[in-house]
């Protein structure tokens, strides 16, 4: 069955960091595109940034460009979001995403369909 489990959100002050993970359970990472996304009260998912399954590529929306990175450690099926100089409009629920089937690239919304349960990342002095 898979599996995503994100962790590391929490509260942080305007200009801190965090490190999102997300945890893959009952499939191998290796071979999927992997998505964060977020979703702040009121308004729509929206892509965050995404990476590829094999050969580096990454997304990184506008907003976040310079600020967030993405990276994944296959050994561990893990994907992380290390989020730096954040701001409130940052704070949403951070979820993040595979697709159904093995692929090498995916960054649009409709791509994904397996989601983990979201974590919740507050910037706010």
């Known amino acids: 069955q898979v599996q995503l489990v994100e962790s590391g959100g929490g509260l942080v002050q305007p200009g801190g960091s965090l490190r999102l993970s997300c945890a893959a359970s009952?499939?191998?990472?290796?071979?999927?595109?992997i998505g964060w996304f977020r979703q702040a009260p009121g308004k729509e998912r929206e892509g965050v940034s995404c990476?590829?399954?094999?050969?580096?590529?990454?997304y990184y929306a506008d907003s976040v460009k310079g600020r967030f990175t993405i990276s994944r450690d296959n050994a561990k099926n893990t994907v992380y979001l290390q989020m730096n100089s954040l701001k409130p409009e940052d704070t949403a629920v951070y979820y993040c995403?595979?697709?159904?089937?093995?692929?090498?690239?995916?960054?649009?919304?409709?791509?994904?369909?397996?989601w983990g349960q979201g974590t919740q990342v507050t910037v706010s002095s």
């Open positions: 995403a595979v697709p159904q089937k093995s692929r090498l690239w995916a960054c649009r919304l409709a791509d994904f369909g397996s």
């Open positions: 009952g499939f191998t990472l290796d071979y999927y595109a």
């Open positions: 990476i590829s399954s094999s050969d580096g590529s990454t």
